[in-house]
């Protein structure tokens, strides 16, 4: 018999303030729990529920207002970053973030992704990118690798008709607006922590004025896959992370800047009309 | 600056810059748009005056990007515009779906041209259906204003912000390349203090701990929620149709042949209705300034002395349809449209004019 009494409890874990108390859509085994988790770790810890906004996506986590405890909107599919710029540019106090997968941030949303990152937007983007469409029951996605079987690529994608699978971390790093980007995952506790650190970082970068932050979670779908749990993490360790390398694609604070803005002025400084400071009077 | 009867300044401005000058005196700091003739001097109009007024005025990717901007500004409690032109109109029409289906107010302006496609740049009313019947998928109406004066559209951006804000809907402008692009002197709206504005305790602004956490959708997957949520906006579209309906009269009360046109083609119209008086036809002129709801009781009000009707617009026959709804086979109802950008003379409506007279009088 128990003994355990309430004077002896000692809580060591316990849902996030920020994790509604409901019961989520997602699948047995599907990592979308966890980054959720992560995400309202952040929000408890740095202590910004009640200034925060998210912006749900199209897709299986299609009804993450339900399961946040912060505002909520849902966006049409692809249009999150659209959404959260402009709820950020209303209230610039306000934290922003927007949580999206793969066809709807490197799909149908792929202009609205390459855009608010672009121009910087000072928000934070969660992308978890498994590689196919989960929510309408496993079609190809732009993240499907080479030869992956799905029900629109019945005999294995081929890249010479499809195209080849989009690298979203390394594509954004591309450009001035963003100031971190970092690829993670979530198949192991050691994983997990990694994962956590980034998304943090990802807020607190927001928080601080540091600029756009995006954190790509390399994930799984073992109910569109067709696997055990334990087996998409497997297939994922062997075939998505040699395509998808973990890391950080882009620090600009660890580059010694102190936001974005700052490292692309750092990285344009050759270009005159951007830098009137350096021209003389008349050129201005 | 000349003044008018009330002294009030008039200023001679170009029909696009007094819809973006009128919206930042309505209160609106916040406008999201992407380049389109005819109506970029709207945006630039925007993006010259937004920083000084303490506004946001931001380019977006595209028309799909920017209505969706405004769809996140509406839902964070801003009073908020997007404008562009028929195409781009067409692309928006996704994100003024979801603002009908989230109850989010917002308004968005048309400066209509000739289509369908890419179509040409010349003055057109040819996306009437599209502004009063879909102008996106699902079970929706929007309130549809339609101004014939650049002075008419300094008024309705006003009325169009508060009307979205009252019922929770969003409104569009409804001009044309004409409009936008004519230089008429104007009385301007008075400056509203945007702190003034609607409290909106529906918006996404953060709950601060201090209420339950807003949520801003339009997704229902149960169908008996999705059709009951479906029944009440209906409910609340029924009260803008008995409210909201508006129309000008001209000459009806005794009219045989009452000519119904809005917008740049009821300034024709008019023309030639008085040139009709003058050649001894009783002729007078319908106006609707509210295309949805279209103002069926001022129409209904003309078939006690209208022996035919004749519908004048810069499209194929559109608005046409919703005069016969009204006129349900009392009268015949003629339509005369020139399209693709062409512009009806008033010689020629007044032709179709003298000729229903005749038919008539026979």
């Given at each position: ?27 047995p085994?599907c ?17 910004i ?79 978890i ?22 029900q ?6 081929d ?17 001035d ?44 779908c ?14 994922m ?20 800047f102190?936001?974005a803005?700052e ?5 344009n400084a ?15 | 600056?000349?003044?008018?009867a ?78 562009s ?9 996704e994100?003024i ?5 989230a109850?989010l ?18 003055p ?60 008429e ?11 003034t ?7 996404t602004?953060?709950?601060r ?6 949520v ?24 803008i ?18 000519v ?40 209904e009000?003309?078939?006690s002395t ?33 399209a ?11 032709e ?11």
């Amino acid at each position: 018999m128990s003994s355990v009494t309430e004077k002896e409890t000692n809580v060591v874990f316990e849902r996030p303030h920020a994790l509604l108390p409901v019961v989520t859509n997602y699948c047995p085994g599907c990592a979308h729990g966890i980054v959720h988790r992560l995400v309202a770790e952040t929000l408890d810890e740095l202590d910004i529920e009640g200034r925060t906004v998210g912006v749900a996506p199209v897709g299986c986590s299609v009804m993450a207002y339900d399961f946040f405890g912060c505002d909520m909107i849902e966006a049409a599919h692809g249009r999150a970053p659209a959404v959260a710029t402009a709820v950020k540019r209303v209230h610039p106090d306000n934290v922003v973030f927007a949580y999206q997968g793969d066809g709807d941030l490197a799909s149908i949303g792929m202009a609205e992704t390459v855009h608010a990152a672009t121009r910087g937007e000072n928000i934070t983007i969660i992308f978890i990118n498994n590689a196919i469409y989960g929510m309408t029951g496993g079609q190809m996605a732009p993240t499907s690798l080479p030869n992956q079987v799905t029900q629109t690529s019945p005999y294995g994608r081929d890249v010479s008709s499809a195209g080849h699978p989009v690298r979203v971390s390394e594509l954004l790093a591309t450009l001035d607006g963003p100031a971190y980007i970092e690829r993670v995952t979530v198949d192991s506790p050691k994983n997990v922590r990694k994962a956590k650190k980034a998304i943090k970082r990802a807020f607190q970068n927001q928080v601080d004025g540091v600029g756009y932050s995006f954190v790509e979670v390399v994930s799984t779908c073992p109910t569109n896959w067709g696997m055990t749990p334990q087996d998409s993490f497997e297939w994922m360790r062997e075939n998505m992370l040699p395509y998808y390398p973990l890391g950080v694609y882009k620090d600009v604070v660890a580059d010694g800047f102190a936001n974005a803005a700052e490292a692309a002025s750092a990285r344009n400084a050759a270009c005159p009309i951007a830098h009137p400071e350096t021209q003389g009077e008349e050129a201005r | 600056m000349a003044q008018n009867a009330n002294g009030k300044n008039k200023v001679l401005m170009k029909g696009n810059e007094a819809l973006a000058e009128s919206a930042i005196r309505a209160g609106c700091r916040f406008f999201f748009g992407y380049p389109i003739t005819p109506q970029t001097e709207l945006a630039a109009y925007m993006a010259k005056m937004m920083p000084k007024v303490g506004g946001t005025y931001l380019q977006a990717e595209s028309e799909v990007a920017a209505i969706n901007m405004v769809y996140g500004a509406s839902a964070a409690g801003a009073r908020v515009m997007t404008s562009s032109s028929s195409p781009g109109i067409s692309l928006k029409g996704e994100g003024i779906s979801y603002m009908a289906g989230a109850d989010l107010p917002g308004v968005i302006i048309n400066v209509q041209r000739g289509g369908p496609g890419l179509g040409g740049i010349q003055p057109s009313q040819s996306d009437y259906w599209q502004a009063t019947r879909a102008a996106g998928h699902g079970d929706f109406q929007m309130i549809v204003y339609a101004p014939s004066t650049v002075q008419e559209m300094c008024d309705v951006v006003t009325d169009a912000f508060d009307a979205a804000d009252k019922y929770r809907t969003p409104v569009m402008i409804l001009a044309d390349g004409m409009l936008g692009q004519m230089m008429e002197p104007v009385v301007l709206p008075e400056p509203h203090d945007p702190s003034t504005l609607p409290e909106k305790p529906w918006a996404t602004t953060g709950h601060r701990g201090q209420r339950a956490h807003n949520v801003v959708n339009s997704l229902y997957l149960t169908a008996d929620e999705l059709e009951e949520l479906n029944v009440q906006r209906y409910e609340r579209y029924a009260v803008i149709q008995r409210d909201e309906q508006r129309a000008e009269t001209y000459l009806t009360e005794d009219a045989d042949i009452v000519v119904v046109a809005f917008g740049a083609s009821a300034r024709i119209a008019r023309s030639a209705v008085n040139a009709a008086r003058e050649a001894g036809i009783k002729a007078g002129l319908v106006r609707p300034i509210t295309l949805w709801p279209f103002p069926d009781d001022v129409l209904e009000a003309t078939t006690s002395t209208a022996k035919a009707y004749l519908v004048v617009e810069m499209n194929m026959g559109q608005m046409v349809d919703d005069v016969k709804l009204v006129v349900s086979g009392r009268a015949p109802v003629e339509f005369y449209g020139r399209a693709g950008g062409v512009i009806p003379t008033p010689a020629e409506v007044l032709e179709r004019i003298c000729a229903l007279n005749a038919e008539a009088g026979e």
